[in-house]
């Protein structure tokens, strides 16, 4: 069984910094790429960072360099520095990682999500 824990959110006055965590525990045969992702009440999930095993990133439009994703030095572990952070940012973060198994087939392992809230 695999396991996705996020922790890191909390609530933060406009232009504040959050540091969300992630790691993947249990059985794993290999990951192919890890990433974030966040839902705001009445709106699609939708992409914020991915970060491929190679450590290419790719971000959301809305980024526009604000946030910063990286591997951990701990096995199956990312970061997402998140910077100047507005209201708009408000939404659950959720985790996702991409299993590679074996014969090729690929498996989508998602947390339980941090709340990041963004209000004076």
């Known amino acids: 069984q695999v396991q996705v824990v996020e922790s890191g959110g909390g609530l933060v006055q406009p232009g504040g910094s959050l540091r969300l965590s992630c790691v993947v525990s249990?059985?794993?045969?290999?990951?192919?790429?890890m990433g974030w992702y966040r839902e705001a009440p009445s709106k699609q999930r939708e992409l914020v960072a991915v970060?491929?095993?190679?450590?290419?990133?790719d971000y959301g439009d809305f980024v526009q360099g604000r946030f910063a994703v990286s591997k951990g030095n701990a096995k199956n572990a990312m970061y997402l520095q998140m910077n100047n952070l507005q209201p708009e940012d408000t939404a659950v973060y959720y985790c996702?990682?991409?299993?590679?198994?074996?014969?090729?087939?690929?498996?989508?392992?998602w947390g339980q999500g941090t709340q990041v809230t963004v209000s004076s």
């Open positions: 970060i491929t095993s190679g450590g290419t990133t």
């Open positions: 996702n990682a991409v299993e590679i198994a074996v014969a090729g087939l690929e498996f989508d392992h």
């Open positions: 249990g059985n794993i045969f290999a990951i192919r790429s």
